[in-house]
């Protein structure tokens, strides 16, 4: 978009006002309050700080939560994670209720396939084609929110939950490693310096630079990791066969402030993760390959790498009663896949060369504007274009029409995608009605239209409110009529008559393009506090879909392919509790979900017949499922020295023929201690002892088995790591 449409959206009149509170079930640690924004008649030139205070003020107008659910975690919950900062973020998300751990670094939240939308400071972040290779630094998170449930209007396309992160700025006080503000966090530059060694090979470096004057701030972090357990190992042993990861990330936030009501902003990061695809000794041979020999499949050379970039410029502010932020930006995303020449052929009878990438420009806008006293009207709209392209390169051996290998001599198949734009569309209204100091409703619609493989739309209606039903009890509920289409950067349509005669012959001929899934969600819960210490959370939900999608590794590359069931339907229960007195708090999480679908209708060719016939029947398990999951973590200060223990509990994911069975269950339990030094030539720095899964607990996640399933995946053993950080 151009200058004139910015103009445009800065000149018009309107207005926000506080965002709604949904019933909130906050981390251990709750968040620290906002400054107050400084009164401009006060004084005549206000503080960077102050401005920035105020403009985030002014920010959070834009986003309600009324009738979702909330579990928010901020810095200082964060420092209470065994590994604190370094903790990734699928690690920090799984301490929610509700979120099932799964391989590669993937997370299911209430009974999806990922379907998770990230926003930084209130701007979607299109996702990227990876699930093991973490895009987000976690040292960026000043708060974090995971809302769920039926959401308002605002929100579209990745719906199973939103990660909402609000980010360090260089006009706030910066934090230590242990979450408490930094002696020197007014002073105009500062920043930290950290390092953890440990188990499994690992190095991490980590730094972070803050700054202000009166009109620029910025934030800058950037963090290196290598280990030689990047991703799950598929033995049990303790020491994977080749899997060392290298991966760097880096973010930054800068900012210009134009007056007291208006900032413009530019964030901009990048990830580059390099991985070796970990090995299973002792597998047979399936195929011959002329001149080969015998090949150990200990010493198979695969590998992963995987880019992300972006870079996101922000006009955001407030114009007489109008609060607004308007944003341009870009991503590209890739995944390159480089086989085993040798090893793939004979072990899986096919090598292929997968290149990956996807390229989207984004536009987002969001108002809001109050009226007659008791309404906020809010709206807004989003628009992107996406460049898709999917490369295979790969050598198969000849075959018969049983699949049979008839020669020993490979053949190479050019199996390219057709370049398209993907566009997307998507305009909102919705409204929050205070009706009285109890009650605040919130009712609006939404439209979507989606152009890319096939062209989809839908007008979605959304109802949520919440009652105050006393100082201690809250209600929340919610309807959500759903649209989330297929992710544009995970299909790859294959040319099915390229592999005939070969020994990558697909089991099916079907061919059908994904679909958009459409979905009514209803949601209900209740936050009760009890005295002074203990506030408790107890939240239903229900979802009724039509094209239910889902996602499985059916190649041999590490990444994931869409389909769609004919029907699904999902429901849970989620319980939380969390404590807090003195310097003892804990929280635990406990949620019952089941997630089923009938009836593979896109994607068939990767299926085997008898499976398909059997889910055209029959109700299955989707291969992420997980009966009860649990979470929790208890953390104590003594006299300085801050004790931490959290834990995992899974009753196990789904395996065997269409997902009829499931794994058994397991425990993973995670112990920390730290504490501050004042060090010689050094001054303050935190020391972190953690020790992950100190039960050296083995456990699996996948075995092989199911539904779109690759390779075994096994939990972590113990490892030992020691953290060392600096702020100055």
Known sequence: MNKNFLALAITLTLAGMHAANAAENPAPAAAEAAPAAADASDAPTLKSVEVNAKLDQSRNQLSPGIGASQYVIDQQAIEQLPLGDNTPLNQMLLQAPGVVQDSFGSIHVRGDHGDLQYRINGIILPESISEFGQTIDPDLIERMQLLTGALPAQYGYRTAGVVEITTESGAHRHHDADGDDDEDGDKNFGGRVGFMAGSYGTLSPELSLHGSNDLWSFFFTAEYLQNDIGIENPTSARNAIHDHSNQAKSFGYVSYVL?????????????????????????????????AGSVDSASLDQRQREVTTFGIAALQGKLGTTDYQVSLGQRYTSVNYRPDPVGDLVFNGVAGIIDRSNRANTLQADFSTPFAGTHTLRYGLYASNETPVSNNTALVFPADSAGNQTSTTPISVIDNAPHINART?????????????????????????VNAYVSEGQVSPRFGLTYQASDTTTLHAGYARYFTPPPTELISPTDIAKFQGTTNQLPSNANAATLSERSHYFDAGVSQKLGDNWTLGLDAYYRKVRNLLDEGQFGAALVFSPFNYDQGRVRGVEFSANYTNGNVNGYLNVSSSRAMG????TGQYNFDQDELDYIATHWVHLDHDQRLTASGGLNYNWNGTKFGADFLYGSGLRRDFAN????????????????????????????????????????????????????????????AYLLVSKAF
């Open 259 to 291: 007056s007291d009501d208006a900032r413009l902003s530019f964030m901009f990061g990048a990830t580059n993760n390099r991985f070796e695809i970990p090995n299973r000794p002792g597998q047979p041979q399936q195929y011959t390959l002329a001149g």
């Open 425 to 449: 569309y998507g305009l909102y209204v919705q409204d929050q009605w205070d009706v009285s100091d109890k009650l605040t409703v919130n009712y609006g619609l939404r439209a979507d239209k």
């Open 598 to 601: 009938k009836n593979v209708v």
């Open 660 to 719: 009829t069975a499931h794994l058994p269950k397991y425990w993973q339990v995670n112990l920390s201690a730290n504490r501050d030094f004042n060090l010689p030539a050094i001054g303050k720095t935190n020391i972190r002892l953690a020790l992950i899964n100190a039960t050296d607990e083995v456990y699996q996640l996948r075995d092989g088995s199911g539904i779109g399933v690759g390779a075994p995946q096994f939990g972590p053993r113990v490892g």
